[in-house]
């Protein structure tokens, strides 16, 4: 039996399968378009990794006829940038990528999926002032839609064919490495690009308050809900805050400041994205993933500067 991780030479994913290996987990199989063993460096001969497009139905159920997962970690998509850009390419990797999984787990008989989800579902007509389970999922980005018709399809076939399924709404995700552009993406490239000793420009107001998590933090989120008992999972797709409180863009350049002297970080708002970003702008009350399965956050923002720091310095080859 093993466990398939899709999307797994990416950020998030690669972290998941580190933390997997720690905790003694074997036979990793990486589904991936990007083959790429830059994330996963050190562990590369410890997983099998495959090329293969989740667009693309044969490929996923050859992958899943051949490894027969007990598992599937379903990470791989494409983000907010680019799926607001190519939304047809969106709507191939993320919607249909994720009907392919679904349908593969059902025909090869894999009893759980976990689903990466994320903040973006939300967006318009927020009539509260937090974020939490029970909140109107009206996304403002492409991106957002895929992933709510994800989360349902998922329901649904939970429902319908008793598929263990669990997703989590991720904020931003702060790490270092991360290349794929995201309208928060400040809240790493801050961070690392004045590690490298470049000037940065954080495309946000100061005061901007924007919910995000750090990586190690979302790989331990998604194994931790993996672990729980399947009697306690009532609500199924569950909203995760991060760092607690939220940092300002601000508080982010503060830290970083402290940490790095000579960092020099100004703001100039895209005013695009600051109205798309002042939508999710809300505290996230994650209350429910803290009662049914335990969750809560390991790193706030000081704990988020230090490790990233201390990361890009141990392992410099594998967020270059
Ligand atoms: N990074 C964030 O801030 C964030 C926030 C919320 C949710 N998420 C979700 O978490 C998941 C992982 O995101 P990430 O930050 O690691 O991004 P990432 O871009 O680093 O990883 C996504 C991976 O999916 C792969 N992929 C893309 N299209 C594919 C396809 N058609 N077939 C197979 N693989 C494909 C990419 O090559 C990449 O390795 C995504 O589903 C994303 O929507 C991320």
Redesign the pocket.
Known sequence: MSTLI??????????IVHLLLEKGEKDLVV????P?TK?LNDVADQVEII??????FS?VLNIVKKHRPNVIY???????V?SDADHA?SF???AM?TFHVLEAAKLFEVPQVF??????TYGLDIREDVIDDYTLQRPMLF?GCT?VFCEHMGLFYKRKYGLDFRG????????PG???P?I??Y??WAIEECAKGNPFTIWVKPETKCA??Y?KD?ALAIVKLSEAPLANIKMVNYVVGGATPIASAQDLADVVKDRIPAAQIDFKPDPEIQKVVDKLALPVDDSIARKEWNWNSEYDQERIVDDFLEELRVNPERYA
């Open positions: 899709t999307g797994g030479t990416g950020f998030i994913g690669a972290q589904f991936d378009i990007n790429s994330l090329r293969g497009d989740l667009g693309n490929h379903h990470l791989g998509g494409m983000l907010s680019p390419a191939r990797a993320n990528g689903f990466s989800s994320t903040l973006a991106y992933k989590l709404r991720y904020p931003s995700i702060v790490g991360v290349k794929t995201g928060v993406q809240t790493s995000a998590m990586f979302a």
